[in-house]
């Protein structure tokens, strides 16, 4: 609505008239009565209220038709419609000039269910590209750059169109749909019945239209008192991803980039965030479309996942760190089942080693009720390094011993002792020495051994 004719409604405020010579001039309230009588007496008395006031005829004989073939009337006793009943019926005078205009809407606001791109936010600088048809400069052609759009887009396709009818940019725009990226199309409410045709000759399906959101507008129009004059929407352009906009006089049919000259400018940059606001605007004063129902299609489920039965398992572990070990109850972690170390949790030795029984018995000791062996002195002879050079002590090798090694040469050398202080030499041995003892050099072992003996004698 003209900012004219809402400064009309203000109580006691009656603008001046704006003269028809300057900028400004917009809404004449002459020109509204002359189109009622236009659309209630014909064309006859829309000529004679002009001649009578001394006004110029403002209609084309084609906009003349277009008006008079499209007007519609508010329905009697419908308080939706725009106005019950007309004001000269109700206050009982012939005059037609007063109309009523709804300022607000009790309608919810369509979201913008899949998804937009954030706007608001620096695009870098406005860069333009234009194109013609026919083309110029060897440029491509206009339905060429059209569908390389849609083709590239990743995150959204938004379309203001008056008419979408062209089968290779609508099969580009349901493939887009099918790869994931929302589509909204907008269309004038006069050019859906023929995109709704179109879509049919296709045979889309269900998948094709899960992704995309259609709905119609209407054109600002005229309110008059017995009924409306609707308008049309010639906005023709094409959001690509929240930061490309395509515009121009370019229709997506395929008269329109076969027969028709038209211009189309590509521009990229801060530029558009004003057709973003501009297609929200749009999109929340449009009417719904529902394809599937126009195309008695079900909508597919979304969300829902579909699980085969599988068998019951043991408890889970209580951490996600552990694992389960078959249908034991506890678990144990993750980084250690691997470990070979830890398949002794599984009863399992890692490697090929022999059983565990086997191997634990080769770490305990001798049973202590088992017999020594029938020479013990020998043993403990062998034990005994042997001399080396003569004035040299031997060195004793550093062997590994294991614990039951160390127990029984203990015992061996305490049962020699034994057997010493049972048969002590007499007194003529300490002092009578062969010519072999004589001559053999004594290590310190034998030294030791020998000083021992000495010791027990005494004390005896």
């Known amino acids: 609505m003209a900012d004219s004719q809402l400064a009309c409604l203000e109580d006691g405020l009656m603008p001046a008239a704006v003269p028809e010579t300057r900028p400004q001039f917009y809404y004449s309230e002459q020109q509204r009565a002359a189109l009622e009588q236009l659309l209630t007496h014909g064309d006859g008395a829309f000529k004679s209220l002009l001649k009578d006031e001394k006004s110029q005829d403002f209609l084309s004989a084609r906009e003349i038709k277009a008006i008079t073939s499209t007007f519609v009337k508010y329905p009697q006793g419908d308080a939706d419609g725009g106005a019950a009943e007309p004001r000269a019926e109700r206050d009982g005078s012939d005059s037609l000039r007063s109309t009523y205009w709804p300022q607000m809407s009790d309608t919810e606001v369509p979201p913008l269910d899949m998804g937009w791109p954030s706007s608001g936010l620096f695009k870098g600088v406005t860069r333009v590209t234009v194109y013609t048809h026919p083309p110029k400069d060897s440029s491509p052609h206009i339905k060429e750059v059209v569908r390389k759009l849609i083709q590239e887009s990743s995150k959204v396709v938004a379309i203001v169109m008056d008419l979408l009818t062209d089968l290779q940019i609508l099969r580009d725009l349901f493939e887009a749909s099918k790869r994931g990226v929302p589509v909204y199309i907008v269309l004038d409410q006069q050019g859906a019945p023929h995109f709704l045709d179109m879509c049919s000759r296709m045979q889309v399906g269900a998948k094709e239209l899960q992704n995309v959101r259609t709905r119609t507008v209407k054109g600002v129009g005229l309110n008059l008192s017995l009924g409306r004059i609707p308008g049309n929407v010639y906005s023709k352009y094409m959001l690509i991803d929240g930061d490309k906009v395509m515009f121009g006089t370019y229709s997506f049919s395929w008269s329109s980039s076969r027969m028709d000259r038209n211009m189309i400018t590509v521009m990229s940059g801060q530029v558009v965030d004003f057709y973003d ?107 005994t390094p042997t001399p080396s050079e003569p004035g040299k002590e031997s060195k004793k090798p550093k062997t590994l011993r294991s614990k039951g090694s160390w127990w029984r040469k203990s015992k061996q050398e305490k049962t020699s002792d034994a057997v010493i202080e049972e048969n002590p030499p007499d007194d003529t041995s300490k002092h009578t020495l062969t010519a072999d003892q004589t001559s053999e050099p004594q290590d310190a072992g034998t030294k030791k051994k020998r000083g021992l003996l000495s010791f027990f004698r005494k004390a005896k």
């Open 277 to 383: 606001n501009d297609f929200r605007e749009l999109y929340a004063n449009s009417d719904k479309l529902n394809l599937f129902k126009e195309f008695h299609l079900s909508k597919p489920q979304t969300g829902t996942l579909s699980r085969a039965a599988v068998a019951k398992r043991p408890p889970a572990a209580t951490s996600r760190f552990q694992v389960n070990l078959g249908d034991a109850t506890r678990g144990v972690p993750a980084h250690k089942y691997h470990n070979p170390k830890y398949l002794l949790a599984l009863g399992q030795i890692p490697g090929p080693t022999t059983p565990i029984q086997e191997y634990l018995n080769k770490m305990e000791p001798p049973d202590p009720g088992q017999q020594d062996p029938e020479n013990p002195t020998e043993e403990l002879e062998n034990l």
